[in-house]
């Protein structure tokens, strides 16, 4: 199959709250594949939560941090097979799209609705920084759906258990493979 890249990294993108992290791992377990998380790898860098970054730095310079940590991360993970979940406004960022969607990466989106994904965020009272405002959130679910709709794959969430969400995710990327579309193990 001259021209095709092995699938070397799945990337988890969806909003707040969608299950990007809790499928992610539930996933790379099933897969035997490493699994990353964005936002986890920030908040060890920068010996920050990402509420924290957003309160002391604003919105404008988390983003920074984050397209480096997620270059750094590319790097890390150029010779495994891993799964990356991405904070909910990476891939809205367009030059975090740009370098995630090359050769052998899938880019997943994990939906639900937006009532679902506010109750999942406990608008007003967690420590999301842009999950304060319930008519906020809305506009930026709203914002974000254009880049969200450029993955690859997409997966309903709500009603799903993590590990059907995850079987379901497992089952397209074997499709996939079959298809000659990619190649995965």
């Known amino acids: ?20 992290s809790t499928v992610g791992k539930t996933l790379a377990r099933r897969l035997k594949w490493k699994f990353y998380d964005l936002d ?7 010996h920050s939560s990402i509420a924290e970054i957003f309160s002391s ?5 988390f983003r920074t ?26 891939f809205a960022q367009e030059k975090n799209r740009e370098i995630v969607q090359g050769p052998g990466s899938i880019i997943v989106l994990l939906e639900a ?4 994904l506010e109750r999942r965020c406990d608008i007003g009272l967690g420590e999301r920084p842009l ?9 930026l679910f709203a914002k974000r759906r254009e880049a969200y709709d450029r993955a690859q794959l997409k997966v309903q969430t709500a009603g ?6 995850a079987k379901e995710i497992q089952m397209l990327l074997s499709r996939r493979a079959s298809a000659g579309t990619e190649v995965t193990k």
């Open 1 to 20: 199959m001259t021209g095709l890249h092995p699938t070397r990294r799945v990337f988890l993108i969806g909003f707040m709250g969608a299950g990007k």
């Open 40 to 46: 986890e790898l920030i908040e060890n860098r920068e």
């Open 57 to 61: 730095a604003g919105e404008a310079a």
């Open 65 to 90: 941090i984050e397209s480096t940590a997620l270059m750094e991360l590319l790097q890390l993970t150029e010779s495994s097979d891993s799964i990356i979940a991405l904070g909910g406004g990476a």
């Open 113 to 116: 609705p937006v009532e679902e």
């Open 131 to 139: 999950a304060q405002d319930r008519e906020k959130f809305r506009e």
């Open 160 to 165: 799903k258990t993590i590990e059907d969400v």
